[in-house]
């Protein structure tokens, strides 16, 4: 199928998606199981990578303003603006399209090649409401407290590799990350969590959802998911920060 086709097929299943659902009760568990599996695990590899990142940035930018004439307050400045600007709903997005991307697209290739997702539209339930609505719904919920919480460790990661490496003072750092802070970069970051979320739980959904044939189609179909959903997230960045900070 031609690109135009892919769009049309993923815009039609996300009319099937956004329906009211059957049965609350199945649904809130459902969303609860979703919320720890697509969130709640995610939790410590996301704390682990932003606290090095934040770390590698500050260090990167002193190695770079190694200028008296400099001020140093600088690199807590600059760390602060590019875990809250870039690194914080970007980067982390990228690994959970990665994670969670192939997990939504395996999972769900798996239930259509084994026929389950054939079962349930022949006992009258929307398959697409039934298993990726509570997807949508838990990645909108829970990924903008792991960007909040990326953010804050990588700004601390900044600080920590500060007082390991003797780079700078943290009296300087504490200084640049207080230095012109704007709330509305807070609510800019999240703004694009939001639609990465979005993408990440519905993109990977489509691949899995519609897969034909065996394990082999499953692999395939988790790559492809992963792949168009990065390149989704990072061409949506580009128009997001276009509209937003333009």
Do not use: C
């Not at 930018?61 to 807590?76: E, F, Q, R």
């Amino acid at each position: 199928m031609n690109y135009l086709e892919h769009i049309g097929k993923y815009f039609l299943m996300l009319g099937q998606v956004f329906k009211r659902p059957q049965k609350r009760k199945v649904f809130w568990e459902m969303l609860m199981r979703e919320i720890e599996d697509l969130g709640l695990k995610s939790l410590g590899i996301i704390m682990f990578i932003s606290f090095f990142i934040g770390g590698v940035v500050a260090i990167q930018t002193a190695l770079s303003v190694d200028n008296p004439l400099i001020p140093k307050y600088l690199i807590g400045f600059a760390t602060k603006r590019s875990m809250i600007l870039e690194f914080g709903p970007t980067f982390t997005s990228i690994i959970l399209a990665g994670k969670v991307g192939s997990y939504i697209a395996s999972s769900m290739g798996t239930m259509r090649v084994t026929e389950q997702i054939d079962a349930l539209e022949v006992m009258g339930v929307n398959s697409l409401n039934y298993l990726v609505l509570p997807k949508t719904i838990a990645t909108l919920f829970f990924y903008p407290l792991l960007v909040l919480i990326a953010m804050f460790l990588g700004i601390v990661g900044g600080w920590a590799a500060g007082l390991l490496t003797d780079l700078f003072y943290s009296v300087d750092y504490i200084d640049g990350i207080r230095l012109e802070f704007d709330p509305y970069y807070i609510k800019y970051a999240l703004i694009k969590t939001f639609v990465f979320a979005f993408v990440i739980a519905t993109v990977p959904a489509y691949h899995g959802y519609y897969v034909k044939g065996g394990s082999l189609e499953v692999g395939r179909a988790s790559t492809a998911a992963v792949v168009w959903t990065s390149v989704s997230i990072i061409t949506l960045n580009y128009f997001l920060t276009q509209m937003l900070l333009g």
